[in-house]
């Protein structure tokens, strides 16, 4: 209550704006606001003994950490760019900073939390996570009352640039496109059929998502049909409602984009494979703002001339039907998230198999669940002693959503060998308590929740991108 006044006076009272304030200060990068971790502006430390000031400390953090996605032409979301605007909304941005009790839980979104029991892969891509110090030193500006300081020690700084997609043989495609009625605020999930008009065996290396209205546009996830079944889903509208996947057999992930994410471009010589008379979909998760938005998302495809000498592709692992519900991957079966349970844990076991001569390696992890998830963490075991963490979320978001992208020659991303021991582990609340699932249920509809892909069913899923040489 205390900060609605400030907030109200920065966002001139607009509801939009305050929505995203509390929703959104600081995945993005899918989500890393576009940057590569590697930027070495991100760790300006430039504390004057007088203590931290707007110009010479909170300015750089704020320029490189956030104004990728909040700056003054971003159409999808409220500027961060001057010291009003930032000194007003100080505690909430650092409460989004540090990690809130309430969604989004982390700004920038990547969710990835580096532990003692978790150590870091040390290879993404799109990570803006603020350090330690940069926290320590935005609190400090906050207690000191937020001063703005002497221009004259404004310090210079890089705002992170969006990558284009590059190369030959890139080919844009269109979805037919949709209109979000006026009134309507709940979140809606649309897939768009593409065809890219294949008339022979095809490979991709790189995909680049346009969105066509970043006002309602959440994010975007990119399927392979391989049997081209979501011509016949989407009918004479070319579009049809999927929570939750495309709805074809046989279709996998092939990338996932929010505000702010860099396009996908595969580690050299390699490529994802789609048959003649395949298809693509395009899954459009919409965030209505009431009123009538129109939206036509493009697509950037890259189709290199040279058929690559490296296969790549995402494989599911873990629960996401039905059938799985009974799976003796289950450390404890039968999969069920008791109604009322604040604190419910399952864990999916599988031993990974790599024929031999086969070199495997990991281009990307893609973790899922739904409502009722608050966490999940996905690693290797390796003999006795050996373990790769590949992804730790203690608080898991269902509106911020991400693949989390490795970049590196082909011989430094991680390897996969045979034998090791995949385990997902996943964390769920199935109470009142839960404020994601409480934006969709009232606590009279709470229900035992089982596996699938409806709304409130559950999933706990591992989707790893893996290339390997053909």
Same mark, same amino acid.
């Given at each position: 209550?205390?900060?609605?006044?400030?907030?109200?006076?920065?966002?001139?009272?607009?509801?939009?704006?305050?929505?995203?304030?509390?929703?959104?200060?600081?995945?993005?990068?899918?989500?890393?606001?576009?940057?590569?971790?590697?930027?070495?502006?991100?760790?300006?430390?430039?504390?004057?003994?007088?203590?931290?000031?707007?110009?010479?400390?909170?300015?750089?953090?704020?320029?490189?950490?956030?104004?990728?996605?909040?700056?003054?032409?971003?159409?999808?979301?409220?500027?961060?760019?001057?010291?009003?605007?930032?000194?007003? /909304?100080?505690?909430? #941005?650092?409460?989004?900073?540090?990690?809130?009790?309430?969604?989004?839980?982390?700004?920038?979104?990547?969710?990835?939390?580096?532990?003692?029991?978790?150590?870091?892969?040390?290879?993404? !891509?799109?990570?803006?996570? /603020?350090?330690?110090?940069?926290?320590?030193?935005?609190?400090?500006?906050?207690?000191?009352?937020?001063?703005?300081?002497?221009?004259?020690?404004?310090?210079? *700084?890089?705002?992170?640039?969006?990558?284009?997609?590059?190369?030959?043989?890139?080919?844009?495609?269109?979805?037919?496109?949709?209109?979000?009625?006026?009134?309507?605020?709940?979140?809606?999930?649309?897939?768009?059929?593409?065809?890219?008009?294949?008339? @022979?065996?095809?490979?991709?290396?790189?995909?680049?998502?346009?969105?066509?209205?970043?006002?309602?546009?959440?994010?975007?996830?990119? *399927?392979?049909?391989?049997?081209?079944?979501?011509?016949?889903?989407?009918?004479?509208?070319?579009?049809?409602?999927?929570?939750?996947?495309?709805?074809?057999?046989?279709?996998?992930?092939?990338?996932?984009?929010?505000?702010?994410?860099?396009? /996908?471009? #595969?580690?050299?010589?390699?490529?994802?494979?789609?048959?003649?008379?395949?298809?693509?979909?395009?899954?459009?998760?919409?965030?209505?703002?009431?009123?009538?938005?129109?939206?036509?998302?493009?697509?950037?495809?890259?189709?290199?001339?040279?058929?690559?000498?490296?296969?790549?592709?995402?494989?599911?692992?873990?629960?996401?039907?039905?059938?799985?519900?009974?799976?003796?991957?289950?450390?404890?079966?039968?999969?069920?998230?008791?109604?009322?349970?604040?604190?419910?844990?399952?864990?999916? @076991?599988?031993?990974?198999?790599?024929?031999?001569?086969?070199?495997?390696?990991?281009?990307?992890?893609?973790?899922?669940?739904?409502?009722?998830?608050?966490?999940?963490?996905? !690693?290797?075991?390796?003999?006795?002693?050996?373990?790769?963490?590949?992804?730790?979320?203690?608080?898991?978001?269902?509106?911020?959503?991400?693949?989390?992208?490795?970049?590196?020659?082909?011989?430094?991303?991680?390897?996969?060998?045979?034998?090791?021991?995949?385990?997902?582990?996943?964390?769920?609340?199935?109470?009142?308590?839960?404020?994601? /699932?409480?934006?969709?249920?009232?606590?009279?509809?709470?229900?035992?929740?089982?596996?699938?892909?409806?709304?409130?069913?559950?999933?706990?899923?591992?989707?790893?991108?893996?290339?390997?040489?053909?």
């Amino acid at each position: 209550p205390r900060l609605e006044g400030k907030i109200d006076d920065a966002t001139g009272g607009n509801m939009k704006a305050l929505f995203i304030v509390s929703a959104a200060v600081g995945l993005i990068g899918p989500l890393g606001c576009g940057a590569k971790g590697d930027d070495t502006s991100t760790n300006v430390e430039t504390s004057t003994p007088e203590g931290p000031t707007w110009y010479s400390d909170i300015q750089p953090i704020i320029g490189v950490h956030c104004q990728g996605c909040h700056s003054e032409t971003a159409e999808f979301t409220f500027p961060l760019t001057d010291y009003e605007t930032i000194s007003s /909304l100080a505690p909430v #941005l650092l409460d989004k900073m540090e990690g809130s009790s309430e969604p989004p839980y982390l700004m920038p979104p990547f969710a990835h939390v580096s532990s003692d029991e978790c150590e870091d892969l040390g290879l993404w !891509r799109d990570d803006l996570r /603020l350090s330690e110090d940069q926290l320590t030193l935005f609190g400090e500006w906050i207690d000191a009352g937020t001063p703005e300081g002497d221009p004259s020690t404004e310090v210079e *700084f890089i705002i992170p640039d969006v990558d284009k997609l590059e190369g030959e043989g890139i080919v844009r495609y269109s979805t037919s496109g949709a209109t979000i009625e006026a009134g309507a605020y709940e979140d809606q999930y649309i897939c768009f059929s593409v065809d890219p008009e294949l008339d @022979e065996d095809g490979w991709f290396d790189g995909i680049e998502v346009h969105p066509g209205n970043k006002n309602i546009v959440h994010h975007v996830v990119v *399927f392979t049909d391989p049997e081209g079944e979501s011509e016949a889903l989407g009918g004479e509208s070319g579009s049809y409602p999927c929570f939750g996947g495309a709805k074809v057999s046989n279709s996998s992930i092939a990338y996932v984009w929010a505000p702010g994410s860099q396009p /996908l471009s #595969l580690v050299e010589d390699s490529g994802t494979y789609l048959k003649a008379g395949g298809r693509l979909v395009v899954q459009m998760h919409y965030h209505p703002n009431g009123s009538e938005e129109t939206d036509q998302t493009e697509l950037s495809i890259r189709w290199p001339t040279q058929t690559p000498s490296r296969w790549a592709g995402m494989f599911v692992y873990g629960a996401v039907a039905e059938s799985h519900a009974d799976s003796n991957h289950w450390v404890d079966p039968p999969f069920m998230v008791p109604e009322g349970a604040a604190e419910h844990t399952e864990v999916w @076991e599988e031993v990974l198999v790599v024929p031999d001569g086969f070199d495997v390696r990991l281009w990307g992890i893609f973790p899922h669940m739904h409502l009722a998830g608050t966490g999940i963490n996905i !690693r290797i075991e390796r003999g006795d002693d050996e373990e790769l963490c590949l992804n730790n979320i203690p608080a898991w978001d269902f509106e911020w959503q991400r693949s989390y992208l490795l970049e590196g020659t082909y011989e430094e991303l991680p390897r996969v060998y045979d034998g090791d021991k995949l385990i997902i582990t996943c964390t769920y609340n199935n109470s009142p308590s839960n404020p994601t /699932l409480m934006d969709y249920v009232d606590e009279d509809s709470l229900a035992d929740i089982v596996v699938g892909e409806e709304s409130f069913d559950e999933m706990c899923t591992a989707i790893l991108g893996v290339v390997l040489k053909l």
